[in-house]
């Protein structure tokens, strides 16, 4: 038995299987860190892509520039996405109780899904596309995006439009993309909201108010 | 193997065909295409409103609580389009005629004119597409006033006249009371 035990072979085989246990141990240890930097780095990859402005007031800025050429500047632009708005969310719920702020401030949070400005100022212009032509070409623009306008409004050099996705249905999830073109001065607001709250907050501010007859 | 996947295209290409003719909707009876309109090119007023059943069901899973009455009216209708396009020397020619073209289609399709109103420069015409003698269609509502602007509405959809007053009654909206009222002695 000790023969054995000594045996040259046995005490390779003994010296390969301790390495090969190490040899395991560092292979799980790397993916470990490996999977848990992966995951961190997507978190914080998608936390930034989430204050990019979204993909319906892009098309909409896009289609307006092409539409009003010149040289356009922003003033403002951001977004935040459904992300940083859950952790927004889920914050305020934590410290709720610390931060002094009115209860109707926790219907607007709990409403807050995501949502994208835009602030644009032109300085020099170019010979734009008359009002109905920028329409149309906004439109074709939501269009191949499944929005569609519900509101048109057009008065001296003022012109607002409101888009809604095609197949609105769910007050959980309601959207709505705003444009506003003044002259030389473009607001984009595109909201994605949960309707639940605000109609919870509108009902207990009605029952209070009389109704005109 | 080939036979099913013969089979199988030609299943997926049918079922295709099929959900097609399902889903494409024919307009209803109600609709009226009032066509496109541009912005005066003046800077007059433009106002355009288009609102469909999608968003409609929206707004009644809204107000059914707080309004029920509302959402009632609201639960019939199908969409709601409303054009309201200022008037200046350089469009009011062709959108008078255009107007004219309208009521003179809406009046050879079978609608029934229940009120006409011309007072104060303005022309007034309310239209009616009824469905037997209890419901109405559609509703379109032609006004011209040719210093002022044209409007056009076509509200689509299963419009009770009771309903229509009811509404005008409860919220103090004349024109609706006085619709309303006109749709029930027409019915």
């Known amino acids: 038995m000790n023969a054995l035990a000594t045996h040259p072979l046995a005490t390779y085989a003994a010296a390969t299987h301790s390495t090969a246990r190490r040899g395991f141990r560092w292979r799980w240890l790397v993916l470990t860190i490996g999977g848990l930097t992966t995951l961190a780095a997507v978190f914080f990859i998608t936390l930034l892509l989430s204050f990019r402005m979204g993909g319906e007031a892009r098309a909409v800025r896009h289609a307006v520039f092409a539409a009003a050429p010149g040289e356009w500047s922003p003033k403002i632009e951001l977004g935040v996405g459904r992300l940083p708005a859950w952790i927004a969310r889920t914050g305020f719920h934590l410290f709720e109780s610390r931060l002094n702020l009115p209860p109707e401030a926790r219907f607007g949070v709990d409403a807050f899904r995501s949502a994208d400005v835009g602030v644009y100022q032109r300085r020099r212009s170019a010979a734009s596309s008359s009002p109905g032509a920028m329409f149309a070409d906004v439109d074709q623009a939501m269009d191949e995006r499944d929005w569609e306008p519900v509101v048109a409004v057009q008065e001296g050099h003022q012109s607002v439009r409101v888009f809604v996705p095609k197949n609105v249905s769910n007050i959980r999830d309601a959207q709505a993309c705003v444009f506003v073109l003044e002259r030389d001065e473009l607001v984009i607001v595109s909201a994605r909201l949960n309707l639940e709250p605000l109609l919870e907050l509108a009902s207990s501010k009605l029952h209070h108010l009389p109704f005109p007859r | ?187």
């Open chain 2, 1 to 187: 193997m080939r036979t099913f996947q013969r089979f199988a295209a030609s299943s997926a290409i049918a079922l295709a065909c099929l959900s097609f003719q399902v889903f494409a909707e024919e307009p209803s009876a109600g609709f009226v295409d009032f066509g496109k309109f541009t912005p005066p090119s003046g800077g007059g007023q433009f106002v355009e409103v288009n609102v469909k059943s999608p968003l409609i069901g929206m707004v009644i899973r809204l107000t059914e609580k707080a309004e029920p009455e509302v959402a009632d009216l609201l639960r019939g209708l199908h969409s709601v389009r409303v054009n309201v396009i200022g008037l200046d020397d350089a469009n009011r020619a062709e959108l008078g005629e255009r107007l004219l073209k309208i009521r003179a289609e809406l009046e050879s399709k079978g609608w029934e004119r229940i009120v006409t109103v011309q007072e104060k420069g303005q022309d007034v015409g309310v239209y009616l597409k009824q469905r037997g003698e209890e419901a109405v269609e559609g509703v379109v509502v032609t006004v011209i006033e040719p210093n002022k602007e044209a409007v056009l509405v076509n509200v689509v959809g299963d419009i009770r006249p009771e309903k229509i007053a009811l509404l005008g009654e409860k919220f103090g909206i004349d024109p609706l009371k006085k619709l309303g009222d006109a749709t029930k002695k027409k019915s």
